[in-house]
Each structure stands twice: as C-alpha cells, then as structure tokens.
C-alpha cells in the first residue's frame, strides 16, 4: 500500500487542472484539440460561451512531458468515450477526471484505441470486479459499498484518487512544473461544446 498511498499523497499537494482534466500520452496539443473538437474562442459568440446558459467550454491545454494537460472548468465538457479511443491509438494512453458542481465524479481511460474503463460517478460503481486490476487499489480506497448501510470511503479526496488512476492509466506523473507550466500565458485556449455525453 506504501506506493499506492505516497501516489495519492502527490496528487492531495499537487493543485492542477479544474473540473475536468484529461491527461494524453504520446500525443500533440493539436491533436487534443482536433480530437476535442476546439475551435478558437473568438469564433464563439460570447453569449455562447459566458452567458446564462453557455453551450461552450474553455478548454485549456498545455504540452508536458510526455503528452499534453487539457482541462476545462464547467465540469460538463468532459471528452465522450470516442475522444479517449481516438487519443488513445497508435500506442497512446489518455485518461479523464471530472469532478463537477454535482459532485458527479467521472473517472475513464483507455489504451491503445481500446476503452479499459469509464464511470460517471466511479465512487459508487456496483460491478467493482469489473475494474482493472491495474486501477483497483487506487479504485478501493474510493469506493463505497451502497449494499453496506454503514459503508464509508477510506480516501475521501476522490480527486487525489483519479488523478492516481490517470498516473497509472497513462504512466505521466503530473508535477509543479506541470501545474507551472498549465497556468502561463503560453498555453492555448480553445472553446469546446458542453454537454457531450451521449456515448458513440
């Protein structure tokens, strides 16, 4: 457990990404954006994308070592299934972690062009043998038993926990440096459309 609790330790000191975050191995910051859909924000109406019902996200996506950091902050632009195999071909790995206003905390990846796992609110996942045996450790520390009236998570920081997960799932180690590097002004901005749930 020792390796698995120090993982999940840098994650709870590590403040990176926002209600969503996807984290791609092997692959460019414009082939994120191509595969996210992005287009540039001057081309979305601005009631689009700041108004009272906006459509589109603003997606942030940064180049780090070995793939590339995207994230959003509405937590309702999160990638459908068919971004994560498309980024995920040719030998690449690319993993979301969502955590929204509803406390809806999505956790999925896939590896080389094959989906391996995704769950809308993994915490509470009913088939838990369904899980890789790659993710299980980090996915039980998380994991409350509905059938159990008394059941409670031995980890309360999901978010510490999927971030684990994506660190497995992709083999990046996210850092500072990473964080550094995600908030400069260098980094591209795309807008994204919200709300792209219904899956392949």
């Known amino acids: 457990m ?7 330790e840098h994650y709870k000191h590590l403040s990176i990404g926002d209600e969503t975050t ?42 780090i070592d070995g793939g590339v950091l995207a994230s959003e902050d509405t937590g309702y632009a999160d990638p459908p299934n068919s971004v994560l195999v498309a980024l995920s071909q040719g030998g690449r790995a690319a993993a979301v972690v969502r955590d929204n206003i509803q406390a809806h905390c999505r956790f999925g990846y896939a590896r080389d062009g094959v989906l391996l796992f995704d ?19 980090l996915f039980d520390l ?4 509905l059938t ?32 550094a590097r995600h908030s400069d002004e260098g980094a591209t901005v795309v807008a994204v459309r919200q709300l792209q749930y219904p899956q392949d």
Do not use: H, K
Request: aromatic share 6%; net charge negative.
């Open 148 to 179: 159990q009236d008394d059941s409670e998570a031995q980890e309360e920081d999901t978010s510490a926990v999927s971030f684990a997960m994506a660190e497995v799932a992709t083999g990046i180690r996210l850092t500072s440096a990473d964080a």
């Open 119 to 137: 769950d809308d609110e993994f915490r509470f996942r009913e088939d838990r043998d369904s899980v890789p045996e790659e993710i299980r450790p």
């Open 142 to 145: 998380a994991w409350m038993d």
């Open 2 to 8: 020792g390796d698995i609790e120090e993982t999940v």
């Open 22 to 63: 996807l984290v791609v191995r092997g692959a460019t910051v414009e082939e994120v954006v191509q595969a996210l859909g992005g287009v540039p924000l001057d081309d979305v109406p601005e009631d689009e994308l700041d108004g009272d019902e906006p459509i589109w996200a603003a997606y942030v996506l940064s180049a």
